[in-house]
Each structure stands twice: as C-alpha cells, then as structure tokens.
C-alpha cells in the first residue's frame, strides 16, 4: 500500500539506485510498521530541480499510504529526512515531503480495491 518517491537532482548510477530502492523499501516497511510486500518505491535521480533559485543537492518527496496518520507526519517528515540527508547528501532544509493518506476505496492493488 506504501508508495514512496523520490525527484532529486543528486546523480546515481543505476546500480547505486537499484541498491538505494531495496534500502528504501526495507525503510518504509519499518518506519510504517507495514509489510514490505506490499511496498512500491521510486527514486528518479538527475532530475532537473531548482529550490529557492539554486540547484544545490534538493529533493522532493512523496509518501502514499492507506491509513497514513496526520497526528505522525511531523515524526514521518524528520526520519524521512535523516534518510535522505544521509543516502543522498540533501539537507532537510532542502527537501519538500508530500503526505498523502489514501482512501481504502480509491486505492487498488491485484485487481481489487482495499
């Protein structure tokens, strides 16, 4: 149910990316207490981001899941950016995290919605 994403303008060759995704979903199940079966991770690197008119190392993130509570988002945003700050070198001053918890009846995985 998780989805978690990042945009950064920070390069990674692609086996450090394949790499960096395993790490990230290990991430995400644990910090959600959700089964990384059910996790979907994106990391898309090189990408062409400007934050507050520069383009030092930046990112924007974005975390779906079903029963994501608001009352967490606060911790969820400080861990978040501890875990990109140390795999990619980006500052939490420079990261934007877009919560988004998602209806049950607006989200479907195997044919099936939840």
Do not use: H
């Amino acid at each position: 149910m998780p989805y978690f994403s990042i945009e950064t303008n920070q390069t990674i060759d692609q086996a450090s990316n394949r790499e960096l995704m395993k790490k990230t979903s290990t991430f995400i199940a644990e910090l959600l207490s959700k089964p990384e079966s059910y996790v979907m991770i994106a990391i898309k690197s090189g990408t062409p981001l400007i934050f507050a008119g520069s383009d030092e190392p930046t990112a924007f993130v974005r975390l779906k899941s079903i029963g994501l509570p608001k009352e967490l988002c606060s911790e969820l945003s400080e861990k978040i950016c501890g875990f990109v700050e140390q795999e990619l070198k980006v500052p939490p001053n420079r990261v934007f995290i877009d919560f988004k918890d998602l209806a049950r009846d607006m989200f479907s995985w195997n044919a099936k919605t939840f």
